[in-house]
């Protein structure tokens, strides 16, 4: 998808993404429907706790990530960084790197100057996720990505690699958001 904005309102999540990569050279969108209020699920999903699936599991040791990196914690280990927070309304983690090489050439940086980040050769990506109040009870937790390359030999290397790769992004985002639905309907009084 190209990074063209419109004139016409956009939807929350992609407000709240707008403010780390307005302009992006790839996106994609999963959302669910969750039977619990959004602080209960926002608590959850912060938690980016992906291990309890089998097949992320194998998807991430096939990329060669370790088990820790199946949490928040350990994502923030291989250099995802927090860029900001709403309490009980989302978050977005930064990453900086040259996700088409097979370590990724990934790069320590401030999250305080990710906007700043224009090396070329390389790329950023945003991983935001919103959770918006659906009904009584119940919420739609959004989880987006967006990809902005810093020059033409990484945009032709990068959606090359994409090809490959997002049908298992897709995957992981959507195995994810069915463990955060799981686990945010099994609290007592959320359903």
Partial sequence: MDGHQSATAKPQPVQFIDRFLPRYDVETSHSIRIGAPPAVVFRIASQLDMS???????LFRLRGLPVASLKRDGLIQLRFKPLGEERDRGFALGLIG???????????FDPS????FREPGYAKAVWSFSVEPSGTNSS?????????????????KFRLYWRVVRPFSGLVRSEWLRGVRQDSERIPGST
């Fill in 98 to 108: 040259q996700f088409w090489t097979p370590r990724g050439r990934l790069v320590d």
């Fill in 52 to 58: 309890h699936s089998s097949l992320v599991r194998l």
């Fill in 113 to 116: 100057r990710f906007a700043e």
């Fill in 140 to 156: 739609l937790l959004t989880t987006m990505t967006r990809v902005l390359c810093l020059d033409e030999i990484s945009r032709r």
